[in-house]
């Protein structure tokens, strides 16, 4: 899709099959294709991502260390309303808002449980996916973002991208911890008894992109052919092989 | 209400106005309040619990470190249908679902949202309002659960009661971290950019429930009129103190 009424969603292009590898960006993704909203991809290497933000009125969503405002991707424009947003929850409400007939990504009474979510996912997941997932993710950039990649991610860490999780006793730690967060999140959907695949039942909310999105990042980034994405889909009965099957349909890319 | 078929609620006595004083029970006599079911409430000391669980038939809620079985309340025992239960959240799920013409507590499309939502709340707020509110606690509890209280949160902590948050640094920090938490869920109920007072909006959930839970522990065990409980009044300009306002109907003892 190329007409130019058509909403650009601003992502960071990488090496893996269809070029989009991003947990964030994917989760905007997954949402625009979930509602079947027409968009366009705009490919933005790592060193040019705060001055597309600012050139197209997307506002920083945090500050870094130094006091300085952190532009981050995704992003989107859209022309129909002349608006541009950065930050996965917030386009997310924005979509909900602006195109009432397609499907609801966050119904409003559950705003606050999704805002609950994040916080647990954050706590449970991120934090020991990261090191693990950070140094395979420089790898299949392009030059200029690898370069910015590394060197940001390793002042973050104070070690070298090769020091992440080295294979051994604290990787498998690593693995390990990802794979209880998983296994937490399997207990809430099942906490009443019932074996729901998405938060709210049958039909997909936010909180299963945001899943989709950190869970899409292994499967692309790893390889789907990899050992390691192997032992995920076997996590918790296959429940999150089943669950990414779902999504498989929202997971294309419009360029 | 002195009825025989009414639900019998297990619950703990202290020395605070109308004796309940438990932030757990709460979480069950809110609900039960909340729902307008008539209850008696049968109080049981520390040291009497497992026992008068074991006799009910409500099961052990988890493992203690020496892998024997752990008996917590609150626990009810509903004649009506000769079912014995254990745990807030899983009473919660039964109420609902053999009462359905009451008021909802987990709607069940927000049933795996609640779970995550108590996960939260489980690392923002609970680890360290512990600390804080142990103390107070213990010395308003009968003699018998006075001394079980304090030998086994003591031996939990590794220190004695007075040694858990003295006037101080590492007491004010503590404070800073339970303020921060409120202001946290603060920013889950704010997210869309309405003010919601409550997770779905008008109407009273059990993740609200929840929250009232531990807030009144605060106010009946620090007191209503203390500087404490004064300064958590005023936290996120305000909102708690509407918040629990909303919750004074539901705030009494069947006893």
Not at 12 to 26: E, F, L
Not at 47 to 60: L, S, W
Not at 71 to 82: G, K, Q, R, V
Not at 199 to 210: E, N
């Amino acid at each position: 899709m190329s007409s130019s009424n058509v909403i650009l969603l601003y992502d960071i292009p990488g090496n893996v099959a269809g070029k989009a590898w991003s947990p964030n960006t994917w989760k905007t993704r997954y949402a625009l294709n979930y509602k079947g909203l027409p968009y366009k991809t705009i490919w933005v290497e790592y060193p040019d991502i705060a001055q597309v933000c600012k050139e197209i009125g997307a506002t920083p969503t945090s500050t870094k260390e130094d006091g300085s405002p952190y532009f981050t991707l995704p992003a989107i424009y859209d022309p129909s309303t002349n608006t541009a947003l950065s930050e996965s929850a917030r386009i997310a409400r924005y979509l909900d808002k602006t195109y009432p007939g397609t499907p609801v990504l966050i119904p409003p009474e559950t705003d606050a449980f999704h805002a609950a979510f994040q916080e647990a996912l954050q706590r449970l997941v991120l934090q020991n996916i990261s090191p693990l997932m950070l140094p395979p993710t420089c790898l299949q950039l392009n030059p200029p973002s690898y370069v910015y990649f590394r060197e940001t991610r390793e002042r973050m860490y104070g070690k070298k991208l090769e020091e992440f999780t080295p294979v051994g006793p604290i990787r498998d730690e690593h693995w390990q911890k990802v794979q209880d967060g998983y296994s937490r999140m399997s207990s809430w959907l099942t906490a009443d008894g019932k074996d729901k695949l998405f938060f709210m039942g049958d039909k997909i909310c936010y909180a299963d992109i945001s899943i989709a999105g950190w869970t899409v990042w292994m499967k692309l980034v790893l390889g789907p052919d990899s050992a390691e994405w192997a032992a995920i889909k076997a996590w918790d009965g296959g429940r999150w092989s089943r669950f990414m099957e779902h999504f498989e349909k929202y997971e294309f890319v419009d360029e």
